[in-house]
């Protein structure tokens, strides 16, 4: 005898899916029609499980998404913290640009947050990122401070983590969610089994939401959404942009170095922040060559 219950895979691995019902966590396996529709079942994803008595259950149906990545395998991110360090290491401020574009063009929330406040002058990067438009948050990683700002962004539906090696995001994590090594043990101890090494995406319960911290968003690459992302919507992607787009004097404007360009002359006014414009115009180069190729 088994009962339908939904819930949100937590995490997924050797082809176990371990669902969060809210009440429980129940280890599946998944139904092979969705192999036979060349459908994975991802962390993230909402699904309906059959509840069995044997305490196998099985996944049914994978909910509509709202999103997906193939690195890191996740889905329905609703929001992405981007984490940089001030120093040791300093901010690679395209890479902070190159994920601000892909998670809007993923229709999720940038959020840009920077690490080792103790270390350095966060308030030169806060600047470039406030007059973007983005929201932006400085963080002593070590002590916790300014951490529980984070809660206006975070603590429904799922947030993501980004940033390089070094800049604090486990730091983070354990300042959020003190316990986040019981989820993992306690997959651990279902599949009888010590603790995994894989690199596969993990949900971490946090308020009324989830955290997950994942290698993959780190390296995302425009390459991988060349079919979405080009030249000419590439524009719609920088906030800054959008109160002068359809203003330049010539329509097929590329904002790069056109006279009669409205985002050149913002810039040149101190409108617009000189390196995000630089990022723009490199990521813009970037996507022509992948188009041309």
């Known amino acids: 005898m088994s009962n339908l ?6 995490k997924g691995i050797d082809g176990f899916y ?3 019902t809210q009440d429980t966590i129940l280890k599946c396996k998944a139904r092979g029609i969705f192999r036979k529709k060349g459908m ?3 962390a993230g994803d909402r699904v309906r499980v059959s509840v069995n008595e044997d305490d196998l259950s099985m996944v049914e149906e994978i909910l509509p998404r709202k999103n997906s990545f193939v690195r890191p395998p996740i889905a329905n991110i609703d929001r992405l913290l981007i984490v940089a360090s001030v120093a040791n290491p300093v901010p690679n401020i395209y890479n902070i640009d190159k994920l601000t574009v892909i998670a809007k063009l993923m229709e999720v929330e940038p959020v840009i947050v920077f690490t080792k406040m103790d270390l350095g002058d966060t308030e030169p990067y806060e600047e470039i990122y406030r007059n973007a438009g983005f929201p932006v948050i400085s963080i002593n990683n070590k002590s916790g401070e300014n951490i529980d700002k984070l809660d206006q962004y975070i603590g429904e539906g799922i947030t993501g983590l980004a940033g390089y090696s070094g800049v604090g995001k486990s ?5 959020l969610i003190p316990d986040s090594d ?21 949900l971490y319960k946090y308020k009324n939401g989830y955290i997950t911290d994942t290698v993959g968003f780190s390296n995302l690459e ?5 079919d979405q992302l080009s030249t000419n ?20 404007c590329s904002h790069t170095v056109e006279k009669g360009c409205k985002i050149i002359e913002a810039l040149n006014d101190g409108e617009i922040e000189k390196t995000r414009h630089e990022n723009y115009c490199k990521m813009y180069q970037e996507l022509k060559s992948i188009n041309v190729n």
């Open 171 to 175: 730091s983070l994590v354990r300042h």
């Open 182 to 202: 019981i989820v993992v043990g306690e997959i651990s101890r279902k599949l009888k089994r010590g603790r995994q090494t894989t690199r596969e995406s993990t």
């Open 222 to 226: 425009l390459y991988t959404y060349r």
């Open 40 to 42: 994975v079942p991802l």
């Open 233 to 252: 919507n590439l524009q719609y992607f920088f906030p800054e942009f959008e109160k002068y787009l359809g203003e330049c004097k010539f329509t097929s």
């Open 5 to 10: 219950a939904e819930g949100i895979i937590i």
């Open 18 to 20: 371990f669902v969060d």
